[in-house]
């Protein structure tokens, strides 16, 4: 029998009869301020199950090892089973955002560098910012992986910015989460949405992410269908 292993704000995890794969399911809640605010959006969880298909499925053809096995339903996937680490990786190319506020600076500074950021990823604690020499003093993860992690998120910020902005899209920062399998591997888990990441379009300056249901500044899934649209013209089978 399947049994629901863990229920995020956004998504489901099952078990399935195989006991290296997992179900996910995406659900239609969408939260800000960390859960204390949420709402259903028809639609959402479907936009997000087919977005981060087809972005998975383009980080694995262009070499990056991900959790993702396959889409096997509107709003469900199977993915491997992997332990996760329980950190936010987040990289910004443009400041936005907590990074904005922190820092003082206007959104949509260019940054000289991408910025790679670590959050230790717990609800009780609003997952706090969490430096290298605290993640291993805590045990988080060893420097290894977090090489290795650091070496991901880099090729799939210059996989994913061009490929965003030959959709008219700036890939302005996003959060992704890495898993251990079994064999001790680093890969990619979590999703790929605009959920964790900030899209702006290019021409009009117009948030085309969860921005839009933080800020209230119109409806989430016109938004995320017109990101998916984008994304099926150059990737969709
Ligand atoms: O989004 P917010 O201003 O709260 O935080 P941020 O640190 O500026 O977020 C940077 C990026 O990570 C944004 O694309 C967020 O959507 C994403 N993020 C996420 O997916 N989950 C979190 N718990 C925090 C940030």
Redesign the pocket.
Known sequence: MAKMIYAGKAKQLWTTDDDQLLRVVYTNQATAL?GKRKDQISGKGKLNNEISTLVFKYLAQNGIPTHFVKKISATEELVKKVSIIPL?V?T?NIG??????RFGVKEGLRLAVPVE?L?Y?SDELD?PFMNESQVYALKVAIPAEIKQIWQLSRQVNQLLTPLFASLGLQL????LEFGRTADGQIILADEFSP????LWDLKTKQHM???VF?RELGDLADVYSEVLRRLASKLGE
């Open positions: 960390n936010e987040v910004r936005a955002g907590h990074f904005a506020a950021e959050y990823k997952d302005v920062d996003f959060k959920d964790n990441c900030r992410d969860k921005d933080r």
